[in-house]
């Protein structure tokens, strides 16, 4: 019999860096080795997955809420999907950050994946700034995210103060039992010796909190009545305190680049991310809160828009607006 997958859970809230720390992880991987990666959106249309397979990885996608609100069976359909095709040597999971780890962890750590997989050092990604909103401090998914991890980082440190570091430090070293690792980054890049840290069975700040939401259920599709209607439309999410919007469309669609990027950096929305063409060629679009990022990209099979916001959003007039920007 084989060995278990080594298997790893990035965690942070939305937009901390998941996908960038696990892109750099990627680049720290031994030659001939394989390892693949299941990434978990809160959106109905993944980009996370395109992002990571535009940099040749092995790639599973999760989309529509916390994988494990859905009783867990997308999530162990992925996986086992995954780990059938790519017969991974190392497993990064990354969970949406509007999720709740725990019940992920409880499935990796159940009887049925037991011989499979080997759970080892879970990694929490934290933007520092968002220590400064008290809300953040309340918020179940957030402490619980770093309350699961063995390995709790400080992100985006080139965006923080001296004294938010030095918040984010305290904050960190209050947790029992203590973290394996402290550490501050930037851009994601985690030591790749820190995959082989011991992992803890850590319990929750919040172990009562945690409800099962009913996403999907509540998404709605919806097709606009345009002539490109077959190669463009859209779907919404709601939950955990969170709307959601996400758009597909066909590869032929062509955006004209600044009015997108309005909508990009409209820092009402907590997220924005996609890929998508323009008439500059393909771009990854990324923002958290008006944070915007764009960098060129190969040519896609598709493209696909998400936002994420804490307001409701008016679906049916985003759509319109988007379409307007149509070349
Ligand atoms: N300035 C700065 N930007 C960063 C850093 N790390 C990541 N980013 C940017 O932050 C944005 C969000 O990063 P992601 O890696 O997509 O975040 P995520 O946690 O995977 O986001 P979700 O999956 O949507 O929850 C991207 O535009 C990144 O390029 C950093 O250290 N500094
Ligand atoms: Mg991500």
Redesign the pocket.
């Known amino acids: 019999m084989t060995r278990p997958i080594p298997t790893h859970l990035i965690v942070?809230?939305?937009?901390?860096?998941?996908?960038?720390?696990i892109?750099d992880l990627l680049q720290h991987k031994p030659e001939g080795e394989i390892w693949a990666v299941l990434?978990n959106?809160?959106g109905e249309v993944g980009?996370?997955g395109a992002?990571l397979r535009a940099r040749g990885a092995m790639v599973r996608e999760v989309p529509g809420g916390c994988m494990c609100c859905v009783a867990g069976l997308p999530m162990q359909m992925g996986l086992n999907m995954l780990i059938q095709q790519a017969q991974p040597d190392r497993l990064l999971i990354?969970p949406?950050?509007?999720g709740h780890p725990e019940q992920i962890m409880r499935i990796l750590r159940g009887e049925f994946y037991t011989d499979l997989l080997s759970v080892e050092s879970t990694f929490c990604?934290v933007d520092p700034r968002r220590l400064d909103d008290s809300r953040v401090l309340k918020d179940v998914q957030f402490q619980d995210q770093a309350a699961i991890a063995d390995v709790l980082v400080a992100?985006?440190?080139?965006?923080c103060s001296d004294s938010q570091l030095a918040n984010f430090d305290l904050w960190a070293k209050g947790f029992q039992p203590p973290k394996a690792r402290i550490a501050h980054?930037?851009?994601?890049a985690l030591d790749p010796a820190w995959l082989q840290l011991p992992s803890t069975p850590r319990s929750l700040q919040f172990p009562t909190a945690h409800h099962h939401h009913g996403h999907g259920a509540e998404s709605a599709v919806a097709q606009t009545e345009t002539a490109t209607e077959a190669e463009w439309w859209y779907r919404e999410n709601a939950g955990d305190g969170h709307f959601s919007i996400g758009w597909q469309m066909g590869p032929e669609i062509c955006f004209k680049r600044s009015p997108l990027m309005g909508v990009v950096m409209d820092a009402r929305f907590a997220?924005v991310?996609g890929v998508v063409r323009t008439a500059d060629g393909w771009l990854a679009i990324?923002?958290?809160g008006g944070?915007?990022?764009s960098e060129r990209i190969d040519p896609q099979p598709e493209g696909r828009l998400e936002i994420?916001s804490r307001l409701e959003l008016d679906a049916g007039q985003l759509d319109q607006r988007l379409l307007a920007m149509l070349e």
């Open positions: 942070g809230f939305l937009g901390a860096g998941k996908t960038t720390a892109l990434v959106e809160f980009i996370d992002l990354e949406t950050g509007l990604l992100n985006k440190i080139d965006l980054t930037r851009n994601g997220r991310k990324n923002a958290v944070d915007a990022a994420i």
